[in-house]
Structure formats: structure tokens, C-alpha cells
């Protein structure tokens, strides 16, 4: 099993554009999550989908959108990028959320 | 709301030395509680978790942490650090809400461990 992927592992960004960071699990959980991770901020919690075909707001969701597309793939997307959202990015999952398995992150620069 | 509380962004300790890494959490209900660790440059490994019963548990890697409800607090311990220790190392707190267990992270601590 390979756990929990994310592509791309790095990205650099101009002001405005766009991306999406994918994510995929196979350990056939229920909950996926987004997370990103800046010096001395620990991790915040973007969004989650506690379930294939729901999501919801973590703690710091703007500027950011997300897609359950189905029960594996969980996909994050700037439409319009910010220095701001400059950081690593890290999608995790679980069966029945208590103990989460990370992926292996994303390196984001927005220039 | 959960928050958890990490004292210390930095701790260095000696090779063989003690280490011991503080969490204090606030939860109004009982909480379940993790360490996580993060080697440079990867993603976040379980070192443990409570959630019920022994309060004393003992992880991977050599570390153990004691659930103190009195004190609200999870410290996490390993009799004698090792070079492969250095890492940082993050508390969590999990609450659930919208179907779903969702977990709040302290600001880490930085372990160095000194030769």
C-alpha cells in the first residue's frame, strides 16, 4: 500500500495563477483532510470531507476550494494565488478520524 | 474549542540524556490525544495516541506520555535520547463535529539532541 500520495511534491507559483494539489489514499478511509504547515504555526486545518460527497471549512479555508472526487482523491485548489499561501501543504486521511496518516507534502512558493 | 499549548519551540538535550516535551490542552469534553513527529523534509508520523483506559502509553521508537486529566496535560518522554531523535514534534487534541473527528495541533517543538 502506498499510504497516502500527494502530487506535486513542489510548486512555484506567480501572484494569480492558479493550481490544484492532489491527494489519494488507499486504505479505503472515509475522512480526508487538508492541512498547511508555516514556521512556528504548527498545522491548520483547511478543509475536510468527513465523507465521500461532503466537505467542510477547517479553520483557515479562504482563498482555497476543494473536491471530493470520490472516496480515494481529495483535491486542493488555489484559483488565485497569494504570496500569503506560501507553505507546505499536507493532506491526511482516516477511517474514523480519530487517528489520522499523513502524506508527504507539498512545497508551495507563490511568488 | 480545543487548543493545545506546547512549551518550548526549541529543546536540546544531550545524547543518553532524559527528554521530555510538554503538552498542556484544553478540551470540554474527555479528549483523545496524539504525538506526532516529523523528520525533516517528510510528512507527520503517530509516535502515539490515548483515547481510552491506561493512561500511561508507550509509543514507537521508545517514548511514552501519561494522560493527566488533573493537570490537563499529555508530556511526552523517552528515558534517552538518541541522535535519530532530532525531529520536531507536535501535540494534538481531537474533538469531533460535522461527522467527523478532526485533530488541533500545537506549534511543535524542535528536539535537537547534541552528541
Known sequence: NAGVTQTPKFQVLKTGQSMTLQCAQDMNHNSMYWYR???GMGLRLIYYSASEGTTDKGEVPNGYNVSRLNKREFSLRLESAAPSQTSVYFCASSLR???????PGTRLTVL | ???VTQLGS??????GALV???CNYSSSVPPYLFWYVQYPN???????KYTTGATLVKGINGFEA???????S??????????????EYFCAVTHSGAGSYQLTFGKGTKLSVIP
Open chain 2, 20 to 22: 521530555l516535551l510538554r
Open chain 2, 66 to 72: 501519561e494522560f493527566k486529566k488533573s493537570e490537563t
Open chain 2, 10 to 15: 526549541h529543546v536540546s538535550v544531550s545524547e
Open chain 1, 37 to 39: 504547515q508555516d514556521p
Open chain 2, 1 to 3: 474549542a480545543q487548543s
Open chain 1, 97 to 103: 478520524g480519530v487517528e489520522q496518516f499523513f502524506g
Open chain 2, 74 to 87: 499529555f508530556h511526552l518522554t523517552k528515558p534517552s535520547a538518541h541522535m535519530s531523535d532530532a525531529a
Open chain 2, 42 to 48: 517528510q510528512g507527520l508520523q503517530l509516535l502515539l
